[in-house]
Nanobody, 117 residues
Framework: QGQLVESGGGLVQAGGSLRLSCAAS????????MGWYRQAPGKQRELVAA???????NYADIVKGRFTISRDNGKNTVYLQMNSLKPEDTAVYYC???????????WGPGTQVTVSS
């Protein structure tokens, strides 16, 4: 039921910016929590940022002040604006959507973000 479609990854130089988008296709209800995780080679997947339907946000300390998460509730779409990118931000970024009632939890296929020094 539904799938997440991600876009916006790519290669950027350090100090540059990228904007990721993730749309929940085929989901007819407003998803409570949407967020972004990332996984670098040899490391565990970690939370980058999440946002609720009521616009409550949560950021990893390492991205605070550089990344901004936002969403369009009507479109079940979440965005991640990434500024002042660093080589250590290089990872595969995954979108996640989670809802309790009705139950729903889905992951996107991932989009590669590479930051060159």
């Amino acid at each position: 039921q539904g799938q997440l479609v991600e876009s916006g990854g790519g290669l950027v130089q350090a100090g540059g910016s990228l904007r990721l988008s993730c749309a929940a296709s085929g989901v007819i209800f407003s998803i409570n929590t949407m967020g972004w995780y990332r996984q670098a080679p040899g490391k565990q997947r970690e939370l980058v940022a999440a946002i609720t339907r009521g616009d409550n946000t949560n950021y990893a300390d390492i991205v605070k002040g550089r990344f901004t998460i936002s969403r369009d509730n009507g479109k079940n779409t979440v965005y991640l604006q990434m500024n002042s990118l660093k080589p250590e931000d290089t990872a595969v970024y995954y979108c996640n959507a989670h809802n309790t009632r009705p139950p729903y939890d889905s992951w996107g296929p991932g989009t590669q973000v590479t930051v060159s020094s």
